[in-house]
């Protein structure tokens, strides 16, 4: 039928961890409140960005990976925006890609300029 049978480990933890988000997505929401100027900046890049596009996000945090890692993450979303075409998908693929190094996102960017949608502001590492 083309569903994964249920022995697996792999469907196991992957049933588990979708209860898991979904839960914790159901309680940020409501109890976690944006400030304003924060949630207008968010709603301004869904309105403008987001909602035209189908998007995939990718996060790239260099203190983990190498560059060499970054070719693996765009093979995998090439091959998400294949499997849409064949599924009729009508929306223009856009990456939401966020680094903490910024010189690897410029890269990214030069190298993907149709495709690459960011947000301005620094991400860094919190001990």
């Not at 599924?87 to 223009?92: E, F, I, Y």
């Amino acid at each position: 039928s083309g569903k994964e049978p249920l022995e697996t480990n792999e469907y196991n933890l992957n049933t588990l961890y979708r209860v898991g988000f979904e839960f914790a997505h159901n309680i940020l929401k409501l109890f976690w409140r944006p400030k304003a100027n924060i949630l207008s900046q968010v709603n301004s890049l869904v309105e403008t960005q987001f909602s035209k596009y189908f998007v995939i996000g990718m996060q790239f945090r260099y203190h983990y990976l190498s560059w060499a890692d970054t070719e693996a993450f765009f093979a995998c979303a090439n091959r998400i925006e294949q499997e849409l075409a064949l599924a009729n998908n009508t929306k223009p693929v856009k990456w939401f890609i966020s680094s903490d190094n910024q010189g690897n996102l410029e890269k990214i960017k030069a190298a993907h300029p149709d495709k690459v949608i960011h947000a301005n502001g620094s991400i860094t590492h919190v001990n």
